[in-house]
Structure formats: structure tokens, C-alpha cells
């Protein structure tokens, strides 16, 4: 069946506005534990070394730095001037590179390079071309060129020549962050940046062969307004990027010291905030884009639109990827793997990752080796975020089990989502309604076991979910 169009409900939405995991994973890194280390990690990289058909890799390479700090950011970075911290931080990670790649055999073919921030160009051009050669001297990519090569890009710190740079060095995708183009909310945010030089730098990614850009935009920014919002949305679509992620912001302030910079009463309401949103998804599906899901959006010809077509669309750490079948590398502070049946994840401060490295050790801080429930729940929510719909007869085959029976306290959860029109149940399907589709997570919550209170636990903070 065709995915559901999307419908706008405002009361809908914001009565199911509440927090609730992304689900890039299941489980969710908050469940992730120091009792699994790198032992554990060698341990998972062997045994899928012995699959009867290699299974190819993914790589996602952590940059932290940035020139200035964007009050709205949640990531892992460390604010800093001082160039030479990237040139420094490189040596470190090429001999994680090199520990690395001891873990998995030579025919596993490398089909995807990302590299996230931070701000990932912060280092030069050279230096990025550099770290891609090292990479594929390490990791073999794959040999029949269908290699994706990507990066997050912020326009204010490069050139023209910056991205042919790039371009030369194997780069095919490049994803700019943008957020809002009015200037009153830019200076709200720390993050002034015209639109000429964005613009400039989207059209030299098209003039020397990146076969892909993306735009970040987000809405629920301070001193937000749907006129401003409009004209941004009006310059970004006449740039008609390939990809437009439209990401709302969390507001959580208490885990995120630069979000204090932002003052409280400059937010815009729950009111405005759905407006901006119902504002982008009229706008995007008039202009022609595809909506994939979770804050993303695509033209038709676009990777992911026809990974969604085809079913095999893919949800990880890096958002939605077309590299499904495929084992995840990360690598630098932070980074987060999936290999096998587990995850594990590098510390998330610098001198910790850096006294690994110098001692000869893998990074791993972190992690969890998942048991058979895990598996078969990540399944469920997997095929709820890439496609809207679970196929409960394939489920029942991939995993033998009978998914009534297994899964009756989350059948039960979702009959109140569908008296209230999010969800349509069936013997051969669970499937997001119109209504549904932007409230992805909030089904997938449904299955999600680690949600229920656990005694002396503290609890974990998640983004709302519109």
C-alpha cells in the first residue's frame, strides 16, 4: 500500500506533544552501560566477520570543534579558535582508524562516510581529504563506486574553493546547516549568516558534482514568527536543496548549558510552534518534496525517497540512510557503533577518548548487547519510523513468535491511538494514519519496554516529540 498522505490535526498534536525518544536507536543510548567494553566490542566484530555474505559498513566520523557556540545546539562540541586542536585531534583518530579496522575482515566493503559535529569543517579541505585517504586505506570502499561520501557543512566558515576542495576529494553529499534565515532570530540564536552566502554555497556544491545537498531548518526558535518563517521557507525552496530535515527545537536548557543564552518568554507558544510546522509540511508538499519522516523531507528522485519506495529504508544514528544492511562504525568523541547485535559508544568528553587512544585501547565507554526482546522490538519500531507500518506476517516469519500474543500490552496501548485516528490496526498490519504519520514516535513508544519507571533510577530527559 502506498504511505499515508500527511493530514495537520493541531489538537491532535498537541495533546500527544509530550517527550519521548527519537529512536535513531532501540534501545536508546540511555540504556547503554559501562560493563560492555572493548572486549565486547571485539567480540561482535569477529562473529559478524563470520556471516556466510560480508556485510558492508558504515562509518560515521565524530569532528567537536566549532569556531562559536549556536545557542539552540545539543551536540557534542567544544567551542575553540584554535585551529591546531584539528590537526591534533586527527593523529588520535587515525590510530583509532587503525585499531578499527583490526576489528573486521578486508572484504567488508566500506559503503557509507559521514562526517557530523561539531562542525566537521572546522578542519581544512586538506585535512579532510586526508582523513577520507586514510579512511579507505583502512576500510576498502565499495569496489562497484556506489560509495556515499558525506558531510555537515556550515556556510559561514568556507568558500567556493572550499567545496570544489571537497568535491576532488570524494565528497558526493553535503548537508548545510541554516536554521533560519531572519536575522532577528538569528542574532536570538548566535548564528548570523546571510543568505547570499548560503546560497553560494549550495550552487558550488552543484557546480562541482555533489549529487546531493541538504537543509536544516528548525522551528520553535526564540522570536519566531510564520511571516519570518515564510520567507525562509521561500528562499530555501527556490534553492530546492534534494533534502530539507525540519527539526524542532528542544528546549532543555538544564542539560544544554548554551541554551540558557535563550530566554524563555522569547520562545514562540505551542500554538505558533504547530503553525510553523503545519507552515513547512504545506509548503514542502506543494513545492513537491516527499515526506519521509521524523523532521525529513526529499524530492522524489531523491536516494531516500526511493529507498522508502523500495522498503529498504534505513534509521540510525545519522538519521535515514539508504544503507540498511549494513554494520555501523563510529568513530572520535562521542560516536556510537552498531555492530551486530550491539552498540557501544566512544566517551563523550575529549580527554577521556584521548587517554584510550594514547594507551592503545579501543574508546569504547559504553554500550549493550542486545537480547532476543530487543531484537525483536527494534524491528517493530524500525519498520514504524522508515515506513509508517509494521508487516505483522513478516514479523511473525523473521522472528517466529506470534505477534498478538508477544505483543498484547502494546496492541492494548495502541487501541487509544486509534480511537483517536493516529493508528489503523488490522490482522495484517499496524499502519500510521494520515493523522499518524507525525507522531511516529509516539507509536513506537508502544513498544518500547525501557519507557516504565525503573526504581532508583533517575529519569531520562527526552526531546517532545512535535
Request: charge should be negative; hydrophobic fraction near 40%; charged fraction near 25%.
Amino acid at each position: 500500500m502506498p504511505i499515508s498522505p500527511i493530514l495537520f490535526d493541531p489538537d491532535l498534536l498537541g495533546r500527544y506533544d509530550r517527550p519521548g525518544p527519537r529512536y535513531t536507536s532501540y534501545p536508546t543510548a540511555p540504556q547503554f552501560a559501562a560493563g560492555f567494553g572493548e572486549a565486547q566490542l571485539r567480540e561482535a566484530a569477529a562473529a559478524t566477520n563470520g556471516d556466510p555474505i560480508p556485510r558492508p559498513l558504515s562509518m560515521y566520523v565524530h569532528v567537536p570543534f566549532c569556531m562559536s557556540p549556536c545557542f539552540y545546539c545539543g551536540c557534542n562540541r567544544i567551542i575553540t579558535r584554535d585551529t591546531t586542536r584539528g590537526e591534533v585531534y586527527l593523529n588520535r583518530l587515525y590510530r583509532e582508524i587503525a585499531m578499527a579496522s583490526t576489528l573486521f575482515d578486508r572484504d567488508r566493503e566500506l559503503v557509507q562516510l559521514h562526517f557530523g559535529g561539531g562542525t566537521p569543517n572546522f578542519l581544512s579541505a586538506d585535512q579532510l581529504a586526508e582523513a577520507v585517504d586514510v579512511i579507505h586505506r583502512h576500510f576498502p570502499p565499495a569496489r562497484d563506486g556506489k560509495r556515499e561520501c558525506s558531510i555537515e557543512l556550515d556556510p559561514r566558515f568556507i568558500d567556493r574553493d572550499y567545496v570544489r576542495a571537497l568535491a576532488q576529494a570524494g565528497f558526493d553529499r553535503a548537508s548545510l546547516g541554516v536554521q533560519d534565515f531572519d536575522p532577528t532570530v538569528q542574532r536570538a540564536v548566535n548564528r548570523v549568516q546571510s543568505v547570499e552566502q548560503t546560497l553560494d554555497i549550495i550552487d558550488a556544491c552543484r557546480t562541482y558534482g555533489l549529487r546531493s545537498v541538504n537543509v536544516d531548518l528548525i522551528y520553535g526558535l526564540p522570536l519566531q514568527t510564520l511571516e519570518g518563517f515564510d520567507r525562509t521557507l521561500d528562499i530555501t525552496l527556490d534553492a530546492r536543496p534534494d533534502r530539507l530535515a525540519i527539526y524542532s527545537y528542544a528546549h532543555l536548557p538544564n542539560l544544554f548549558r548554551a541554551q540558557q543564552q535563550i530566554r524563555a518568554e522569547d520562545l514562540p507558544t505551542p500554538q505558533v510552534k504547530l503553525g510553523l510546522l503545519q507552515r513547512a509540511i504545506e509548503r514542502l508538499g506543494e513545492a513537491g518534496y516527499v515526506y519521509i519522516g521524523m523532521d525529513h523531507f526529499a524530492l522524489p528522485e531523491d536516494d531516500l525517497a526511493r529507498a522508502q519506495a523500495r522498503g529498504d529504508l534505513h534509521r540510525n544514528f545519522m538519521g535515514y540512510t539508504t544503507c540498511a544492511d549494513s554494520d555501523l562504525v563510529g568513530l572520535g568523541v562521542s560516536a556510537i557503533s552498531h555492530v551486530g547485535n550491539t552498540f557501544s559508544q566512544n566517551p563523550r568528553d575529549l580527554p577521556s577518548w584521548e587517554r584510550a587512544i594514547d594507551e592503545g585501547r579501543l574508546p569504547v565507554w559504553r554500550g549493550m548487547q542486545m537480547d532476543s526482546d530487543d531484537v525483536i522490538r527494534a524491528d517493530v519500531i524500525q519498520q514504524l519510523m522508515c515506513h509508517g507500518e509494521i508487516d505483522i506476517a513478516m514479523t511473525e516469519r523473521r522472528h517466529v513468535m506470534d505477534f498478538c500474543d508477544y505483543f498484547a500490552q502494546s496492541l492494548q496501548q495502541l487501541k487509544a491511538l486509534q480511537e483517536d485516528g493516529l493508528v489503523e490496526l488490522s490482522a495484517r498490519t499496524i499502519r500510521a494514519t494520515s493523522r499518524g504519520r507525525l507522531l511516529l514516535r509516539v507509536l513506537a513508544a508502544c513498544f518500547d519496554r525501557y519507557l516504565a519507571p525503573q526504581a532508583g533510577t533517575t529519569p531520562v530527559q527526552f526531546s517532545r516529540t512535535v
